[in-house]
Every structure is written in C-alpha cells, then in structure tokens.
C-alpha cells in the first residue's frame, strides 16, 4: 500500500473520493443549468434519475464485483436471459411474483456459473464473463427466436410506471437496493472480505478469509441485479426484447470508474458509483436539451472517465 | 406508510390500466398489411393541399443512428419540408444501432420540451413504448418512422417492406424465363423488415415455379459477415444466378465474393436501400441493382404527416412511402438532387 493510503483511514479516503465526485456533478449542473432553462427544473431531474435509475441497479453489482477485483462483463445479456424467461411466464399464466422470483433466479444463476468458474475454475474473470456474453445473449436468442414478447400483465407494469412521493418506482427500487448494497459494504463482514480478496487475495486466504465464497458471491450478487434492472426495464417497456442490455455493461463499468473504483480492485464506493450514474444521465439529458448530436455525447463521456481516473491518480499519490 | 404505498400502487396500476385500455382500442400494428392506409401520393387529393402550421410549430425526431446515411438521409428530408414550412425541427439519434436505453433517454428528454409533434424511429419494436404512451398521454401525436414498428403506435409512415423483395423477385422472373437458383443474405433475425423483405422475394419468386431458393442466412446487416456467407455458398452452388441481399452494406459484401469468385457476369446481386455507394456500384456495373426507398423524399413525407396530424386531420394509420427498382437501366432517372423532379417522376408511378 502506498503512503498516501495507510496515512488516512480507509474510510475517510473513500468518503474524501465521494465528494470529489459530486463536486464533479454539481460543476456539470451548473454549467447546464446555465445553458439551458429547462435542466433544473423538478420533472428533469426526475426524469435524470430515472433515465440513470437502470445503469445504476447494474453498476451497483459491477462496483461489488469490481471490488473483489474481478469485472462482469455478462450483465447485458443476463438480463436479457431472466426477462425474456420472466416475460414468458407472466404471458404464460404464471402469477407476477412468482415470474419475477424466477427471473431473478435465473440471473443469480448466471452469476453463480460465471462465479462458479471464476472462484473454483481459478479462470480469469475477464475471460469468463466474455464468454458468458455471448453464451446468456444466445441462450436469449435461441429461447424466443429473436422476436419480443409483448403482453405483460398490467400489474406488473404497474409496479415499474407507478410513483411515490413524486419519485417513479425505479427510483426508489433503486434506491432501496443501493442502501442494502452500501450496508453489505461497509456494515458487514462480506464487505470486509470483498475489499481484502480485491486488495491482496493472498494475505487474504492467510487471513482466513473465504475467498472463494466472497468471489461467488460477488457474482451472483452481480447477476441478481442485472435481473432485477431487466425487470424493471420490461416493466416500462411493455415488452421483454432478446437483445435487450446491449453495451450495459460498459455504462456500468464507467459509472463505477467515476465513482472511484479500482479495476485492480480493493478500492471502490456505492455512494461514488450512484454519483457515477447520475453524472453520465446527467450528461446525456443535458447534451439532448442542448440538441447535441450523440456523437459529442460519447466525447463527453470519453473525457469525464479520463478526467476522473486523472484526478484519482493525482489524489492517491501514486 | 404502508397505506400510502398501497394507495400509490393503486393509483400507479389505474394509471397504467387507463393507459393499456386506450392502447388496446389499435390492434397490433404490421405496417405491411394493415388496412388503414393510403400511399404518400394520395395525401394531397384526399386531404386538401397541406396546412399552413400555427406560428413556433416545432417538430421532435429521435432515429436510430447518424452513422448510417439512410437515418442521416432522412432527417435532412424532415429538415427540407420543415424549413419549407416555417416549422423548427430538432433531430437526434443515438449512438449506435444497438443502444436501445440510450435512444429511450433522448425521446423522453425531448417530449419535456413541449413538441407540436414527435418522429419516431425506434431501434427495437418496443424500446420507445414508455416514451410513445408518455407523449400520447401529453396528447402530442407520434409519428413511427421506418423501419421498426411500436405495436401500439397510432401513425406510421414508411415502405412496404415486402414489396421490396417482391421487385427483385419479379426483376429475376422476367430476366431469367428459364429459371435457376437463387440465395438471400438476410438482416438481423426477428427484425421486421428484414423477414418482411426475405418473405416477399421468396414467396414471389417461388410462386413462379422454376427457381429455387438454395440458401437464405442471416449475415446481421454486416459487409463482413455478407461476405463470407456468399463465398461459402458461391463455392457450394457455381451454377447460382443470383443474390437478394436485405441492405446495400451487405449487398456490397456479397459483390465482392462473387468478384473473387470469378462469377461476375453470371451472378446477379440486388442490394436494398439506394445508399450513395450502392449507386455507384450500380453504375459501375458491379451491383445489379438496389431497391431505393428514398430516404429524404420518407422524410418530407414523415414530416408532411406529422405537420399534418399537428394541425389536426385526421389521417389513415399507415402513409406508404415510395420505392422503386434502381438497375443500370434506370438509374439515370432516380439519381437526381432535385427533390421535386424526383416526386414528380414517383407520383406518375
């Protein structure tokens, strides 16, 4: 460890990091909010934290999994596999939340196979949650003969359209879910291990630290939510799509790389990965008021991920 | 608490079941054969010269990606009839063909905005419904644009998708009476218009009773993956006398395998789209021909609809847009900038 990090607690340091990330945000507000009239207005940024609402669900997962210093790059297609087996057994009858328990079981299966290989295999993550890519995305595929499926029942739909004290459900799904994360975290002793397996596997084995059950769990953890974001995503659309979740596990990756995760693991936040989400809706909803093409959006994205790994290099000393 | 909860799902499921209700007054959507329709040269005679828009009209359109000339094409069609009008338009596309999420960000973003009228041309069948059910619920009208089609939505312009296929189909059966076999480089499996244009050219061509459809594969909308389809079943039928690809970057993929075959002069390739190289080809002999769609003249119709149903007509669900066979033949007549010429010499279709 550098001197930088053993010279302040770790928590302090996190927190120090946090921060440094919503100043990243609000500077990113104000300049919008200068250009255009209509960003900082209630129904905005409502719309900012729905619009983020699904990249954060999948991005709490990847901090975790980050964290144990693996990355998950089968999110995407997990959540198309537990949606379109979820949308098929509402349409087929199955009552709501019995579909949704057996959505969620499929993706926290994914993680467990992903996990699984990673954690026993000794694969290497990267490679494992590749192949997983196109395996879940084909099994996706294969299932529904690459058409939709439309018809999901209204009460289903209800749950992901309906609001509470103004927020939209999965705002506060969300929400609800990154405290749980957060309290996993910092409060419980799987945390503590998701941070010395990431930080030094090895002393942590020497430890005692059951390494290869904090991987799987990281995983399964990480599958879990990329169904429940699936479902949340169906439950607005109306429809569950195979090819739905494409490239989101790159938004969630960037969201906790902003946030201050490190992909040598070890180090990462879920206050910093939510900032994450909302500073990348942010910018996309701004550069749409603004009527800037996708093109100079993907820039912006570009560059705040660089600017922030700068900022993280210069902060930590190395 | 808990009482608050159960009153906001309550309210929540209302809302939603409103909403399913007034979307279930239209059956499903296919913009192939849906009766409610008229063709894009009709409008003026059935609907009266085209409106003058109310003052500060401003028109919406979020499409798929500006990487592909055809969406970039169309918008400057939106912005010709626009800017003709009066009307300010605002165009915006996604990053790419696949970002689904991101596409659903920039509609909901622009509905806040307050449009007369809104363009849509979704990436997926369904990835726009919750942007679709929210401008209709603002009560701004939707206009789906090509090629997508939102099961739900109330308006739709675009082509027939099969009558595409059923052109080339009907350009073999009248330049080879003798018959012969034929392959198809199909789109992306399960997107409508890719089934649409494969079903019309095999359907048609086999209805005629002396060809055979040796092969039909899905090469993904990909040069790449269009090339390596049509090598492999060039090198299993050299006796092949024709291929149907479902867009010009695939067609242009399977030019050159049947170029490197050594097959040129008796292998025919039909491409799908009239993009700017697919003419090219065409002209240098390379490509038979494309089926064009007219991507700027779709657009001046889009917007003509949406400028339209702003001011309040009342028009049929679907608004067929032009397309015509492009061979060395004829391209001469289609190939032309001026945009009026170009709907003067569809209209006497």
């Given at each position: 460890m550098s001197k930088a990090l053993t010279s302040l607690p770790l928590i302090s340091r996190i927190r120090f990091r946090d921060a440094g990330t919503l100043v990243g945000l609000i500077l990113i507000a104000i300049v919008f909010s200068f250009l255009s009239p209509s960003f900082l207005t209630l129904p905005n940024l409502v719309n900012i934290l729905q619009q983020s609402s699904i990249n954060a669900c999948i991005a709490l997962g990847m901090t975790l999994v980050i964290i144990s210093g693996g990355i998950d790059l089968s999110v995407g297609p997990v959540a198309a596999l537990s949606a379109t087996l979820g949308a098929a057994m509402m349409v087929a009858g199955v009552p709501v939340p019995l579909a949704v328990l057996g959505a969620i079981a499929t993706g926290v299966a994914c993680g467990f196979f992903n996990g699984a290989l990673i954690a026993w295999g000794g694969l290497q993550p990267f490679i494992v949650t590749l192949g997983g890519l196109s395996l879940y995305r084909a099994l996706a595929l294969i299932y529904t003969g690459g058409t939709p499926i439309f018809g999901l029942p209204g009460e289903f739909r209800a749950i992901a359209n309906g609001t509470l004290l103004g927020l939209p459900g999965p705002v506060i799904a969300v929400g609800v879910l990154a405290f749980v994360a957060w309290?996993?975290?910092?409060?419980?002793?799987?945390?503590?291990?998701?941070?010395?397996?990431?930080?030094?596997?090895?002393?942590?084995?020497?430890?005692?630290?059951?390494?290869?059950?904090?991987?799987?769990s990281a995983y399964m953890?990480?599958?879990?939510?990329?169904?429940?974001?699936?479902?949340?995503?169906?439950?607005?659309?109306?429809?569950?799509?195979?090819?739905?979740g494409n490239l989101w596990e790159l938004d969630a990756i960037a969201a906790s790389a902003i946030g201050g995760a490190s992909l040598m693991g070890g180090r990462g936040s879920i206050v910093g990965t939510l900032i994450g989400c909302v500073i990348l809706g942010a910018l996309r909803n701004g550069l749409t008021l603004l009527n800037v093409q996708a093109f100079y959006q993907l820039l912006a994205t570009g560059i705040i991920i660089i600017v922030a790994m700068l900022i993280d290099r210069a902060t930590s000393g190395k | 608490m808990q009482h608050f909860l159960k009153a906001a799902l309550a309210a929540g499921a209302l809302s939603v079941s409103i909403g399913m209700a007034h979307a279930q007054d239209l059956a499903p959507l296919n913009s192939d054969s849906e009766p409610d329709r008229i063709d894009?040269?009709?409008?003026?005679?059935t609907f009266g010269p085209m409106p003058a828009p109310a003052d500060g009209t401003k028109v919406g359109g979020v499409s798929k990606t500006l990487t592909n000339e055809y969406w970039r094409s169309l918008g400057e069609g939106y912005k010709s009839f626009a800017d003709a009008h009066g009307v300010d338009v605002v165009y915006q596309a996604a990053q790419s063909e696949g970002d689904q999420l991101g596409q659903l960000s920039i509609a909901e973003t622009l509905i806040s905005q307050g449009f007369n009228a809104l363009?849509?041309?979704?990436?997926?069948?369904?990835?726009?419904i919750p942007a679709l059910e929210k401008a209709t619920a603002a009560g701004v009208p939707v206009v789906n644009v090509n090629d997508a089609v939102i099961p739900t939505v109330a308006h739709y312009v675009g082509n027939v998708q099969k009558d595409n296929g059923m052109r080339v189909a009907q350009w073999f059966i009248d330049t080879h009476p003798e018959g012969g076999k034929v392959a198809v480089i199909e789109g992306q499996a399960g997107v409508f218009a890719a089934g649409q244009r494969t079903a019309g050219f095999t359907e048609t061509i086999l209805a005629a009773g002396n060809f055979d459809v040796v092969a039909s594969v899905p090469a993904d909308w990909s040069r790449e993956l269009a090339f390596n389809a049509a090598a492999t079943i060039l090198q299993q039928h050299p006796d092949l006398i024709g291929f149907y690809a479902n867009n010009d970057g695939m067609a242009l993929g399977v030019v050159e395998a049947v170029k490197s075959a050594g097959k040129a002069d008796q292998t025919a390739v039909f491409g799908t789209d009239g993009i700017s190289d697919a003419y090219a080809a065409v002209r240098a002999g390379d490509l038979t021909g494309t089926v064009d769609s007219f991507p700027v003249l779709t657009g001046e119709v889009a917007m003509e609809v949406a400028l339209r149903l702003a001011a309040g007509q009342d028009l049929p669900r679907v608004v067929a847009t032009p397309q015509a066979l492009i061979t060395k033949d004829n391209i001469e007549t289609y190939a032309t900038s001026d945009l009026s010429a170009l709907r003067a010499t569809l209209m006497a279709e």
């Open positions: 309290v996993i975290l910092t409060k419980t002793p799987l945390g503590e291990y998701l941070m010395a397996v990431g930080g030094n596997p090895e002393a942590a084995r020497v430890a005692g630290v059951p390494v290869t059950l904090t991987k799987l953890i990480s599958g879990g939510l990329a169904s429940i974001a699936s479902l949340i995503l169906i439950g607005r659309l109306g429809a569950a799509e195979p090819t739905l | 894009w040269s009709q409008l003026d005679a363009l849509f041309s979704p990436q997926t069948d369904a990835n726009l």
